[in-house]
């Protein structure tokens, strides 16, 4: 079966400190994977997905970046957090683009 | 901007009654899905009904899809506690320009009272 993790599970890091969040996805090849940002109890925003090693689209511009040097692991940074990144930020993946998407725990992340 | 839009923001019932929430949206899609999200965790896909569908079921779950008037509802049937979670409507677009990316709403935060 298939399975999908983030971490870590909570961050608190200071204005202008880098960020680095991992997810990875075992038994599946080839997935489609999401990042997603979620504010306090509002719906989710699309920030970058990939179909494939090295192929990143950006959906909103910003200071973060997001990288996928493997297969089935996405990474989400930032070379400087500004307190407006601060919330909720969850994974996911698809076999298909436009079809399910399978989430991640998600990482909460508070910019101070 | 968001395409699905739910309604009502928050529904609060007691254990046993039915629970319905509605999704609009404003262009035209391949498919609409929902999700439940518990408190602080991930969001699990419950049902997706593609636009050539009219009603879906799943367990105490159902889903309508009004193609003429944009708009799904979700029915939980015989509600219970474990229900308690926020609900969310996806969308994804007709168009190839889409790009096959799901759009979200604002959600439905749901409150079952035993």
């Known amino acids: 079966s298939q399975t999908i993790h983030q971490w870590p599970a909570t961050l608190v890091q200071p204005v202008g400190s880098p960020l680095s969040l991992e997810c990875t996805v075992e038994?599946?090849?080839?997935?489609?994977l999401y990042w997603y940002r979620q504010a306090a109890g509002r719906g989710l925003q699309l920030l970058f997905y990939?179909?494939?090693?090295?192929?990143i689209s950006s959906e909103v511009p910003q200071n973060l970046s997001a990288s996928r040097p493997q297969d089935r692991q996405f990474i989400l940074s930032s070379k400087k957090l500004l307190l407006s990144d601060s919330g909720f930020y969850l994974c996911?993946?698809?076999?298909?683009?436009?079809?399910?998407?399978?989430f991640g725990p998600g990482t909460r992340l508070l910019v101070l | 901007s968001q395409q699905g839009e739910e309604d009502p923001q928050a529904l609060s019932i007691q254990e046993g009654e039915n629970a319905t929430m509605n999704c609009s949206y404003k262009?035209?899609?391949?498919?609409l899905q929902w999700y439940r999200q518990n408190s602080g965790r991930g969001l699990v896909h419950l049902i997706l009904?593609?636009?050539?569908?009219r009603e879906k079921h799943s367990g105490r779950l159902r889903v309508t899809l009004d193609t003429s008037k944009k708009s799904s509802s979700l029915l939980i049937t015989a509600s219970r506690a474990a229900d308690t979670a926020s609900y969310f409507c996806?969308?994804?677009?007709?168009?190839?320009?889409?790009?096959?990316?799901?759009?979200f709403g604002g959600g439905t935060r749901v409150l079952v009272k035993p």
């Open positions: 990939s179909v494939g090693i090295g192929q």
């Open positions: 996911a993946w698809s076999v298909l683009a436009g079809e399910t998407q399978y």
């Open positions: 009904i593609r636009s050539n569908e």
């Open positions: 996806a969308t994804v677009g007709g168009f190839k320009a889409a790009g096959n990316k799901l759009t």
């Open positions: 038994g599946t090849s080839n997935p489609n």
């Open positions: 262009t035209s899609i391949n498919n």
